[in-house]
């Protein structure tokens, strides 16, 4: 990363000038101040925070900075940003954390991160998802918290949907249920096409035939969480299922799909199965009778980025991470 020697150097200025020019730009000439931010700019200086503090401060020992796209609207960020500080501090780091949301500037929300001097950022977004990785966050060690860069190969951590799935559904199958109704998540979203194939896949070992099952898609958007009861009850006839078990691509469908089976006097799972993804927090074990999921790795995923930085690691492969089947009394 630039220092503020960098910058005095590349514009032939002093670095108190250069100090002048972030902190009291109207003390410069216009053209000695416009040659200092051409260095910056192309320089991608960002002023150090940590500076300004007052001599003589204690040095702070290495700190990871996370930067959070939407992560802390969905309790699932508490899982990843506990894993992170519990690592960072077993192994005599710092972290922190800068909240960047969708109609925040990119450029303003790095600015801030990388103004703190990190020794390592973990970008983490919440739903699995794929983005451009700003340029400024790859002049440190940098790795991806359930999320795939779009462009730039940089190491991620992901969850492992398509193995959960399959092994979720395979164990539904081996119970006996071969008749499905599959409710998934918007088709857009990674996680659904990665879940379906996994989903095909344990049908085919099985001997069911993945394409003769019935298919919905949620649309994008918590509301339609609401269309759900209607997909279920389009398949019951004179209050009886059509199908003898539900795929649900998370736990708040199972959820839904709950209140319409039992309220209509439907067993589960004697009478259907109920399958659910990402053993919501606090949640799965509250549904009655308990809700059979897949665990979405958030804790693992969190450590296994911190240990990515503080370990050094180099490589900038995509890990996936195992998200196992929990195994409950719905199905």
């Not at 949907?161 to 088709?187: I, M, N, S, T, W």
Request: glycine content about 6%; hydrophobic content about 40%; proline content about 7%.
């Amino acid at each position: 990363m630039a220092s503020l020697k960098d910058v005095a150097k590349l514009a032939n200025v002093s670095l108190m000038t250069v100090s002048r020019a972030l902190n009291n730009p109207e003390r410069l000439r216009p053209d000695t101040l416009s040659r200092v931010q051409a260095a910056i700019s192309q320089l991608n200086y960002v002023p150090d925070l940590s500076a300004k503090r007052i001599r003589g401060a204690r040095a702070t020992p290495n700190t990871l900075g996370v930067l959070a796209l939407d992560t802390v609207t969905t309790p699932f960020s508490v899982e990843i940003t506990l894993s992170i500080e519990e690592t960072a501090r077993a192994h005599g780091w710092n972290s922190f954390v800068v909240n960047m949301f969708s109609d925040d500037s990119p450029e303003t929300t790095v600015d801030l991160l990388l103004s703190h001097r990190p020794g390592g950022i973990i970008y983490t977004t919440m739903g699995l998802r794929q983005v451009p990785v700003p340029a400024k966050l790859l002049t440190l060690p940098c790795v991806l918290a359930n999320c795939e860069s779009l462009h730039d190969p940089v190491a991620s951590y992901i969850p492992d949907d398509e193995q959960g799935q399959y092994e979720g559904v395979k164990a539904l199958l081996g119970a006996g249920f071969r008749h499905p109704l599959c409710l998934h998540l918007p088709a857009r979203h990674l996680a659904a096409v990665r879940r379906r194939r996994g989903l095909e896949r344990a049908c085919r070992e099985a001997g069911v035939d993945p394409d003769t099952l019935q298919h919905y898609y949620m649309e994008f958007g918590d509301e339609h969480y609401r269309d759900i009861p209607g997909m279920v009850e389009a398949h019951m006839r004179g209050g009886k299922p059509q199908f003898d078990s539900v795929v649900c691509g998370n736990d708040r469908i199972a959820f839904l799909v709950y209140q319409v089976l039992l309220s209509r006097g439907v067993r589960i799972p004697q009478d259907v199965a109920v399958l659910g993804y990402d053993n919501m927090v606090g949640i799965g074990d509250l549904f009655l009778p308990p809700l059979s999921t897949v665990q979405l790795p958030h804790y693992d995923i969190g450590r296994l980025s911190a240990l990515h930085i503080i370990n050094g690691d180099s490589h900038r492969d995509t890990v996936r991470v195992n998200s196992p089947f929990l195994q409950r009394d719905s199905m």
